[in-house]
């Protein structure tokens, strides 16, 4: 049985005064026990975040790491180490605005899974086509080129100690939510495709859906049989919100 997972994107959100009122918000909380929730603050923030919740069962992450292990010559980059001994445990890669924002292609992404894994921290690795690729039906070309951007690079074995996150592009920040069945249906077939290079990993690996995740829809979203929890992104920004759907992930 997959352990749900439900996961806070703050993205580039929040002062120090709105992110502390945050904290005490979520500490506040009454989260479900039988779900791993994480939050993803702003870089400048994971410190102030990692301290509030030291006592907390919520995990810091990550939104990004440096596609270098170790300390090094780049300029404004962090590096998964870096974030390691801060007490960070999980790094999102690939994310969509980093794909297309910054540009980041798969072999960018692949060497910074590579790098936080040998940091020791768990990447949830994002993948998710576009609208015109759906609508000209490269949904499931699109989201595995993306993953075996990872599996033929480095084999299905490091994915025993990661998280995909399906998520289409379409529904970030827009509104717009896949249907259950259509989140449903890319997740059922990430799951097959990695079944073709192991099945007892594809069976254990979590897979969780992000694009406009709402307490209103979370529990329908979560019901289905290959969604096992959610990344979240502005809803996360408000803890009874997030809570709401942290404990729809538990039902």
């Given at each position: 049985m997959r352990r749900p997972l439900v996961a806070g994107n703050w993205k580039m959100h929040g002062t120090r005064a709105s992110i502390a009122t945050l904290v005490a918000e979520l500490s506040a909380q009454a989260m479900p026990t039988d779900v791993d929730v994480a939050v993803f603050p702003g870089l400048i923030?994971?410190?102030t975040v990692l301290a509030a919740l030291a006592d907390c069962a919520i995990v810091v992450g990550s939104q990004d790491c440096a596609v270098q292990?170790?300390?090094g010559a780049l300029t404004g980059e962090t590096s998964a180490l870096q974030l390691q001994d801060l007490g960070c445990s999980m790094v999102i890669v690939g994310h969509s605005e980093r794909r297309q924002l910054q540009e980041e292609n798969d072999g960018v992404i692949c060497r910074k899974f590579i790098a936080a894994q040998a940091a020791g921290?768990?990447?949830i690795l994002c993948v998710g086509e576009t609208l015109a690729e759906?609508?000209?039906g490269l949904a499931l070309v699109t989201v595995q080129r993306q993953v075996d951007a990872i599996l033929l690079e480095l084999g299905v074995d490091v994915l025993s100690n990661a998280v995909i996150a399906y998520e289409p592009i379409w529904a970030i920040g827009t509104g717009l939510t896949a249907s259950p069945e259509q989140a449903q249906e890319i997740h059922a077939q990430i799951r097959v495709h990695v079944a073709k290079?192991?099945?007892s990993i594809a069976q254990a690996l979590r897979i969780v859906y992000g694009g406009?995740?709402?307490?209103?829809?979370?529990a329908e979203l979560f019901a289905q049989a290959d969604i096992d929890g959610g990344l979240v992104g502005g809803a996360s920004l408000n803890a009874d919100e997030f809570s709401a759907i942290c404990r729809a992930a538990g039902n």
């Open positions: 923030h994971l410190q292990m170790e300390e921290l768990t990447p759906r609508e000209a290079y192991s099945a406009s995740v709402k307490a209103a829809n979370a």
